[in-house]
């Protein structure tokens, strides 16, 4: 399952991760109705079965978050005109090594970008960098 930030839930963005075959949900699906602050979404992502969480917000997530095994964080540095290019940078981190299944990601807090994955992880407290696939 991946989780969308609600700054990131726009139809363009959900419509470009049509190629992910799991579930994709935005982060008001899993509390509606409700303020949902950044302190509280690592609770809600351990209520689910594995999620990726997907956010634009690397100054909240990123180096903030302790990785647990039940869920990955993906904090990708684009502001709002470039949110178009956040599902094929997603699809490539699905092909990066260490990303591409579910059970190689959880655990895992990473910061991508064009060109690289960064990343730290439960009982890896130290940032590791990897080349983002192609």
Same mark, same amino acid.
């Given at each position: 399952m991946i989780v969308v930030d609600?700054?990131?839930?726009?139809? +363009?963005? @959900? #419509?470009?991760?049509?190629?992910?075959?799991?579930?994709?949900?935005?982060?008001? #699906?899993?509390?509606? #109705?409700?303020?949902?602050?950044?302190?509280?979404?690592p609770s809600l992502l351990m209520a689910q079965r594995q999620p990726t969480f997907v956010t634009t917000d690397v100054s909240g997530f990123w180096r903030k978050v302790q990785p647990h095994p039940r869920f990955c964080i993906v904090c990708f540095p @684009?502001?709002?005109?470039? @949110?178009?290019?956040?599902?094929?940078?997603?699809?490539r981190l699905f092909r990066t090594e260490g990303f591409r299944a579910k059970r190689?990601?959880?655990?895992k807090v990473a910061?991508?970008?064009a060109t690289t994955?960064?990343?730290? #992880?439960?009982?890896?407290? +130290?940032v590791q960098e990897l080349p983002l696939a192609e």
């Amino acid at each position: 399952m991946i989780v969308v930030d609600e700054n990131i839930a726009r139809q +363009s963005v @959900l #419509a470009g991760l049509r190629w992910y075959e799991g579930k994709v949900v935005p982060l008001k #699906a899993l509390r509606p #109705a409700t303020v949902i602050k950044d302190d509280a979404i690592p609770s809600l992502l351990m209520a689910q079965r594995q999620p990726t969480f997907v956010t634009t917000d690397v100054s909240g997530f990123w180096r903030k978050v302790q990785p647990h095994p039940r869920f990955c964080i993906v904090c990708f540095p @684009l502001p709002d005109h470039r @949110l178009h290019e956040l599902p094929k940078l997603l699809r490539r981190l699905f092909r990066t090594e260490g990303f591409r299944a579910k059970r190689e990601r959880m655990g895992k807090v990473a910061l991508v970008t064009a060109t690289t994955v960064r990343f730290y #992880a439960v009982h890896q407290p +130290s940032v590791q960098e990897l080349p983002l696939a192609e």
